[in-house]
């Protein structure tokens, strides 16, 4: 009986199995997958997925359940959506997230219209990815593509939940890639109200394209309230221009314009002009007391009318030719000296050529401008150089002075670097000039120079080098007319300059084992050299044409030099290269020191005064030169460059700069400057990293042969992940000046600063 009993269990759960198997495959049969919508364009339709999609009266639907509607990149998900097939109009009710690119826009409810994609979300968050902005407010209208807008907001780039720094007002506008404007627009760090604007307009851009930049403001004693505000326009994808504004309530608006354009990667073209009429001039005499003007010359500026027009080309030509142009014309001496700073100063006119042509501008005292026009043919062994350089003497220009400044019109230059005579065992190089010296005032004429060398370099195994050389320079001079001063000279004028060198060096070294197991090694290289040089040039009774450079005046010459150089590398072992397991090896120059010391043997020989160099006193030895370069590691240099001179018994110059710095943003840089009798000044400037967030700067100039404070600030940075804050205080001898500036992260740069003589807190 007990066995029946047990036998009838085991059947009924058998059944069971088989019951539960035949449920599964019959649900597995009848499964469906999430039903799926389309409406829209036939061509590029929205789909809609859900959990139910259940159909209304005139082509209208409700889906519910995990609602994802789709098309290219874009999409909406929420909780239920309501849509019209006709309109394309959508309500999104529960968990509401649209994506656009890399732009967000979410919240607890939304009325958008796909086809257009405008609409509404409510208690809504914007995020803008390209810039990393968080919007968030009662009510986020999508007013076309790129623009949004809100009339109670909350703005940041920190991280939303608790934010550094939030901005609120009313009325918000954002156009990605263009600009935003707010009302009453309020800035918070934390939770503490900082500032308070009425009017906010700023540009939200991560791409070159038109519309205005971030305005300067600044005040100044001499200028008073500055606002300048440029305009960039983005011609086309190789050419733009920026106009600039700029209002200085005591002097009057000054206005600019920059024209950039580049045709290849060897062709391009920057043309800056700036100008105003000055309410202000400096003519009440060098004693007057006055904020406007520039008592570092004897000079005074009478004129109103001011200016500044520089212009940087280079233009690649046919059969290998590259042209040049560089103009910097300036209304008068004072200008650059005093628009230093700025969209359109000096500093940052002369950093952009520097970095864009590879060619600077004369330093802004320097008051004679060079202007040029130049061609250049390079070949492998020959190089062909031609132009028209003028020298604008700004003073001489101004005050209708006797204006003898040498203008080159053209100059010509054909030179061939040193090569081998083929066939025999002569090197040879050239150097030769054409020049048409014009003055306004003074003697006019044609220079030609020609000066060929042929050198025979000989070795005696791999101990010495001896080489020499001997080389003769013919100059030609023709007048345009006769010299006043020089009666006796005649129109022509011809010389002949022979100089003779000899050359002996060698090379010794050495290896000394640093770490044997790394292979790690330090190679001691001496360079000892002797050089003696031999100029005859004929006598001067009859003067030569004299312009303005030392090819007119060459004197004989009896010079021997010695110089003993030491070479220090560093060879270590370094990462394979290419995969394997073959060891690479690391160069590195350490050390490099040279003495040298010159002895003039005409001057030890010569008993006439005017033949010796200083003229009270012969004096045949030359300062002895010493240079040092260090670099022991590789965020630590070392810089040395003196003369001593055994008559004066101490040193004659000297010039010591050192620069220690580390991956965390700590630095030290020192210069030293001495040169007796003329010059000595010390300039340092350092950076101190505290933490992750806060950087103390600081930097010195002072004149010590005047005992003069050129300049002394210091100041302090802290960055946050989504903002930094840079202070600095400046103190000159004749202003004083205190500048902040804050950058918030997706914004521009927000800049102020204020400066005066008389009011500093």
């Known amino acids: 009986m007990l066995k029946t009993k047990r036998n009838v269990f085991h059947i009924k759960i058998a059944v069971c199995s088989l019951f539960f198997c035949c449920l599964s495959v019959v649900c597995c049969c009848f499964a469906q997958e999430p039903p799926v919508f389309g409406f829209g364009d036939s061509q590029s339709p929205w789909q809609i997925e859900a959990d139910t999609i259940r159909s209304l009266e005139n082509n209208k639907y409700i889906a519910e359940g995990e609602v994802v509607v789709t098309r290219g990149e874009k999409r909406v998900r929420a909780d239920t959506i309501r849509f019209d097939g006709n309109s394309q109009d959508i309500l999104a009710v529960g968990n509401v997230v649209m994506t656009t690119g890399q732009d967000t826009l979410s919240g607890d409810r939304m009325e958008m219209n796909l086809a257009a994609g405008t609409g509404t979300i409510y208690s ?58 707010v009302r009453h627009a309020a800035f918070w760090v934390k939770k503490l109200p900082l500032l308070y604007v009425p009017y906010l307009f700023f540009p939200v851009k991560i ?87 520039y008592n570092d010359d004897r000079w005074l500026r009478t004129n109103a009318g001011r200016y500044w027009f520089r212009m940087k080309q280079e233009q690649a030509l046919f059969g290998g030719l590259t042209a040049r142009m560089d103009l910097d014309v300036v209304s008068d001496q004072d200008y650059l000296v005093e628009f230093e700073n700025g969209y359109m100063g000096f500093d940052k006119t002369d950093a952009y050529f520097e970095s864009v042509f590879g060619r600077d501008l004369d330093a802004q005292e320097e008051t004679i401008r060079t202007n040029n026009l130049s061609l250049h043919r390079p070949w492998a062994q020959y190089s062909l150089n031609a132009a028209l350089r003028w020298e604008d003497d700004v003073i001489k220009r101004r005050w209708e002075e006797t204006d003898t400044t040498v203008q080159r019109l053209p100059v010509i230059l054909f030179n061939a670097v040193r ?186 020989r010569a008993d006439d005064p005017t033949d010796w160099r200083d003229q009270t006193s012969r004096r045949p030895f030359y300062p002895l030169r010493v240079e040092l370069d260090f670099t022991p590691v590789n965020n630590f240099r070392f810089d040395l460059d003196a003369g001593w001179d055994k008559y004066e018994h101490g040193w ?94 997706g914004f521009s740069d927000m800049e102020s600063s204020n400066t005066s003589n008389d009011n500093m807190m």
């Open 207 to 293: 791409s070159r394209q038109t519309g205005l930049l971030v305005p300067e403001l600044d005040y100044s004693k001499e200028k008073g309230m500055e606002f300048n505000q440029p305009f960039f326009w983005a011609i086309n994808d190789s050419s733009d221009m920026t106009v600039y504004a700029h209002a200085m309530s005591r002097r009057g608006l000054r206005l600019g314009a920059e024209y950039r354009q580049a045709f290849s990667e060897n062709s391009k073209i920057a043309v800056m002009a700036d100008g105003l009429n000055d309410s202000r001039k400096n003519d009440q005499g060098l004693d007057a007391d006055y904020d406007y003007g």
């Open 419 to 604: 090569q081998t005579v083929p066939g025999i065992p002569l090197n040879y190089d050239l150097e030769s000039e054409y020049t048409f010296c014009f003055r306004q005032d003074g003697l006019k004429g044609h220079r030609t120079d020609v000066h060929p060398r042929v050198y025979l370099p000989l070795y005696w195994g791999d101990l010495l080098a001896v080489e020499p050389s001997a080389g003769i320079r013919e100059t030609a001079w023709w007048m345009d007319e006769r010299d006043p001063s020089n009666p006796d000279m005649e129109r022509g004028v011809t010389r002949t300059v022979y100089d003779m060198k000899l050359d002996l060096s060698s090379e010794l070294s050495r290896v000394f084992a640093l770490d044997r197991e790394a292979g790690s090694r330090l190679r001691h290289t001496i360079l000892p050299r002797v050089v003696y040089e031999y100029v005859i040039s004929p006598e001067q009774d009859d003067p030569f044409p004299v312009f303005d450079d030392d090819l007119d005046v060459i004197s004989d010459g009896n010079l021997i030099t010695f110089s003993f150089e030491n070479v220090f590398t560093v060879k270590s072992a370094s990462t394979a290269v290419g995969g394997d397991d073959t060891p690479g090896y690391r160069y590195r120059e350490v050390g490099r020191f040279n003495i040298e010391q010159s002895y003039d043997i005409k001057e030890a």
């Open 652 to 745: 004659s110059e000297f010039d010591i700069t050192m620069n220690l710095f580390d991956h965390r943003g700590d630095a030290l840089y020192v210069a030293y400057r001495y040169d007796r009798d003329t010059a000595e000044s010390i300039y340092a400037r350092g950076a101190l990293t505290l933490g992750r967030h806060l950087k103390l700067y600081a930097d010195s100039e002072h004149n010590l042969f005047n005992h003069l404070d050129i300049e002394t600030s210091v100041g302090c940075l802290y960055t946050a992940d989504c903002w930094s804050f840079d202070v600095r205080f400046t103190d000159e001898p004749d202003d004083d000046t205190l500048s902040f500036m804050i950058r918030l992260s």
């Open 124 to 181: 809504g968050q914007l995020f803008v990815g390209r810039h990393h902005f968080f919007v968030a407010g009662d009510r986020i209208e999508k007013i076309g593509p790129d623009t949004y807008q809100a009339d109670k907001f909350r703005l940041t780039t920190c991280d939303p939940e608790d934010p550094d720094w939030h901005m609120t007002g009313r009325d918000l506008s954002i156009t990605v890639d263009g600009y935003g404007s």
